[in-house]
T-cell receptor
């Protein structure tokens, strides 16, 4: 069965410091991975997907199949990055999205 | 229109009531989803509709009954719910039949069972 692991429930960093939110997955097929973000009192929204290999709001994520990881990184954290971040794995022919437990990022001044 | 709209935003009901949650999207998506999210937990998949047909039921109790009347609408009918069913219910939609398609979420309906 598929599984997504986010080991940190809470990550606290200072403004301007680098950020890395960890995500590991377990899946026997070819993974399709996403990062979703939920800002305070806002809906869950897509941040990144591995297939597009783009940078959104300064965030990047690289799929490492050898380490079964899809860590989210940003070189310089901003206060507005404070939010809940979920890593998610899409399976079931593209229909079943399994979320990790989430990491609450807090950027302090 | 790039949004998924859910109504009502809040719902309080007794254990003997019957109510429905509604979800609408006009993005031309042919896959629609219901999720349940408890406080400080990730969303958990309940149902998936693909081309208006139920394709996944994650062993959800029968007191939850989904319905997809057309490609833009998704309902969740509720009957005889239990206090532990109190949660945020999220609807999502995506393109169907293609890989790597992201799901777009609504704001959710916050349900409280008395």
């Amino acid at each position: 069965a598929q599984r997504v692991t986010q080991p940190e429930k809470l990550l606290s960093v200072f403004k301007g410091a680098p950020v890395e939110l960890k995500c590991n997955y377990s899946y026997s097929g070819s993974p399709e991975l996403f990062w979703y973000v939920q800002y305070s009192r806002q809906r869950l929204q897509l941040l990144l997907r591995h297939i597009s290999r783009e940078s959104i709001k300064g965030f990047t994520a690289d799929l490492n199949k050898g380490e079964t990881s899809f860590h989210l990184k940003k070189p310089f954290a901003q206060e507005e990055d404070s939010a809940m971040y979920y890593c998610a794995l899409l399976t079931g022919g593209g229909n079943k999205l399994t979320f990790g437990t989430g990491t609450q990022l807090k950027v302090e001044l | 229109d790039t949004e998924v709209t859910q109504t009502p935003k809040h719902l309080v009901m007794g254990m003997t009531n019957k109510k429905s949650l509604k979800c609408e999207q006009h993005m031309g998506h042919r896959a629609m989803y219901w999720y349940k999210q408890k406080a400080k937990k990730p969303p958990e998949l309940m149902f998936v509709y693909s081309y208006e047909k139920l394709s996944i039921n994650e062993s959800v109790p029968s007191r939850f009954s989904p319905e997809c009347p057309n490609s833009s609408l998704l309902n969740l009918h509720l009957h005889a719910l239990q206090p532990e069913d109190s949660a945020l219910y999220l609807c999502a939609s995506s393109q169907a039949g293609r890989s790597n398609q992201p799901q777009h979420f609504g704001d959710g309906t916050r349900l409280s069972i008395l």
